[in-house]
């Protein structure tokens, strides 16, 4: 499966963005789907995944109450609406899939099988 994230940008302290994750070739509806992002001389960092299904969604201390993800299985695409950005928020953010069997933790980025080629945020203050 190939995933191609987009809708990045550069948007102020407060605006909102909605990445998107679009998957192509070998898809189906069983992929869990995880949002990470790096900033510079940082560690990836969780930010949200959600089920194959969509009945569940998980959240990075830094998403909860501003970020929410979501899925669109008949267009293969996830999608993180983030709101309330802060200059903080400002990363590279990548989607990964990970194949079943879910062997590994949701937040953990080893767990992931497959993943996109990122996008940028920049959120200026």
């Known amino acids: 499966v190939q995933l191609q994230a987009s809708g990045g940008g550069l948007v102020q302290a407060g605006d909102s963005l909605r990445l998107s994750c679009a998957a192509s070739?070998?898809?189906?509806?069983?992929?869990?789907i995880g949002w990470f992002r790096q900033a510079p001389g940082k560690e990836r960092e969780f930010v949200a995944a959600?089920?194959?299904?969509?009945?569940?969604?998980f959240y990075g201390d830094s998403a909860k109450g501003r970020f929410t993800i979501s899925t669109d299985n008949a267009k293969n695409t996830v999608y993180l609406q983030m709101n309330s950005l802060k200059p903080e928020d400002t990363a590279v953010y990548y989607c990964?899939?990970?194949?079943?069997?879910?062997?590994?933790?949701?937040?953990?980025?080893?767990?992931?099988?497959?993943w996109g080629q990122g996008t940028q945020v920049t959120v200026s203050s």
């Open positions: 990964a899939a990970d194949a079943p069997p879910y062997s590994g933790s949701y937040s953990y980025a080893g767990t992931y099988n497959y």
């Open positions: 070739g070998r898809t189906d509806s069983t992929y869990r």
């Open positions: 959600i089920t194959n299904s969509g009945s569940s969604t």
